[in-house]
């Protein structure tokens, strides 16, 4: 799937004219000049789903009325529940999006909008502080993140978890969040994410066996394995695998630090 990604210059521009944050490349808020609005349904509309608390805290924040429509209905609401309950902040908000958007057949769109907020964050350092720093204020984190829902023609369910997660003063949550939704979304199409750490870098015929061996470990928990093979030359020797949530440790490193504990530990 070709994901798409934040254009980086583009999006300084919607926030050009202002004042830089001091020691940083990211200004300090959005031009007041041209604020996109959409209002999917207006709220004294009597056609206006009944709205559930999927994102949002029961309180209203205060950057007052959210400009996207909240798109959760009490339908959303009465859907099959999760197989496993979230047991953190980002995953209670993964797991909502995950299953509005599996509700209105949108997992496909919004992964691959999250995608592109996962390329903003880990490509550009302004949009990383832009999301994370108290200094820009919530009112300008909104003209911002409605402009580039338009902008970058986000889904309206996208819409709402940057907007939502701003009102609730989650936003530096965004990262985990994603990283979350992509664990559920995987989940879905039956595919495992793997990531096997090395000292050195294997070689062709070591990572099929290590494929092989991955396979065999995963048994029918994935349709597909997704193996990334990372070099750490900290490891000293050996192999730390991560298998969805499992980490297997077989590395030289490791081994040390118990022999050494063992060692310390009182006779």
Do not use: W
Request: charged fraction near 20%; charge should be positive.
């Amino acid at each position: 799937m070709a994901v798409a990604s934040f254009r980086v210059a583009s999006f300084l521009r919607t926030c050009r004219g202002l004042p830089r944050l001091p020691g940083t490349g990211v200004r300090a808020g959005c031009a007041p000049s041209t604020i996109f609005r959409l209002s999917l349904l207006s709220p004294s509309s009597s056609t206006s789903p009944s709205c559930i608390s999927a994102f949002s805290s029961t309180s209203r924040s205060a950057v007052g009325p959210c400009t996207f429509c909240r798109c959760f209905s009490s339908a959303a609401g009465a859907s099959q529940e999760p197989t496993m309950a979230p047991k953190t902040l980002e995953g209670r908000y993964a797991y909502a999006l995950f299953r509005v958007a599996k509700k209105k057949n949108a997992l496909d769109k919004v992964y691959e909008d999250l995608e592109a907020v996962r390329s903003g964050l880990e490509s550009s350092s302004e949009f990383r502080l832009f999301v994370e720093t108290p200094a820009v204020s919530s009112h300008q984190k909104l003209d911002v993140l409605n402009q580039l829902t338009v902008r970058y023609k986000l889904d309206a369910l996208t819409g709402n978890l940057l907007t939502t997660l701003l009102e609730n003063k989650r936003l530096p949550l965004l990262a985990k969040v994603v990283e979350a939704f992509d664990e559920l979304y995987r989940k879905e199409k039956g595919e495992l994410k793997c990531v096997v750490t090395s000292a050195a870098p294997l070689s062709p015929q070591q990572q099929s066996e290590v494929l092989a061996a991955l396979k065999k470990r995963a048994g029918g928990q994935a349709k597909k394995l997704l193996v990334d093979y990372v070099v750490n030359p900290q490891l000293m020797g050996g192999l730390v695998v991560r298998l969805g949530e499992q980490v297997l440790d077989f590395s030289v490193a490791s081994r040390l630090e118990r022999l050494q504990a063992q060692l310390l530990a009182p006779l």
